[in-house]
């Protein structure tokens, strides 16, 4: 007898031992051994399933009873495979962890199923940035995408409110000169231009001491209206020279601080790469958004200019 047969035997024998009704009816000659084997390949099983198989063994053949059998076994495999995939759903988390040189680990814990189909959303989107010139490696681009989905499914109205600490002393100007967030991460000064840009700032202003002096009101940011205004005269994309990416802040050409007004004639699409260009980088931008904007490099040459794809006049 084969090893394989021997163990089949095996597995027929210690299933017999407790199924009561199968051995019965194995011992009175209504079941062929061939219907014992396929019988107790359902293991788990209890007399209710018992009596359904020994009523398909003796109606019908040993196919429909093999039938049967694996169907029963799909089942199983399908329940199994919930409560696996319920057990695995339980440990599914995202969490966030600030560095020391400014950035943040973003850790997301997904069953593999949809690990799986959040990679190939991120991977196989049309990729939003199709024109940039610079390259990405595969992760950067799906950073890229990433965000963009997630600032795609905000409203655009209000799209977070920053909450800064900044000292009496440091307002020099309406900005301040530095700033930290809530956590006590530092920010400079250009880095709060830039955001301030397009995120509402709650100051909270201390004293000498760290009494808090006053929350300050929110900084303007743009309506809706606004943005879907510049967006269109824009065409949703960045307006930097040779610039396609499609996620956008709205910069002030004018900075509020300087004076420059929330309105659709001050403020262009910029993608975070270049609004930092302009912010931190010392690029430069001038000319009149619903018209032609100049860019200048930090030396101050022209770098080339963009004119507003769609002109539309709104304040
Ligand atoms: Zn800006
Ligand atoms: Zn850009």
Redesign the pocket.
Known sequence: MSARTARDKLRVAHELRRRPLVAEAFAAGRLSYCQVRAITRVTDAGDEVDERLLAVAEAGTVADLDRAVRHWQNLADQERGVDDYLRRYERRGLRAARTYDGMMMVEVVLPLEEGEEALSLLDGGKPGDGGSREPASPAQRRADALMERLRAGTSGADRYTLHLVTDVDAVADRLGMGAELVDGSPLSVETLRRLACDCALVRHLFGGGSEPLDVGTRTPVWTTAQRRSISLRDQGR?R?VA?E?RTCDVHHVQHFADGGPTSVANGTL??P??HTAVHEGGFRITGEPNETLSFHRPDGSVLGTTTARRVKRAA
């Open positions: 960045c930097f610039c990416r910029l993608c790469r270049h």
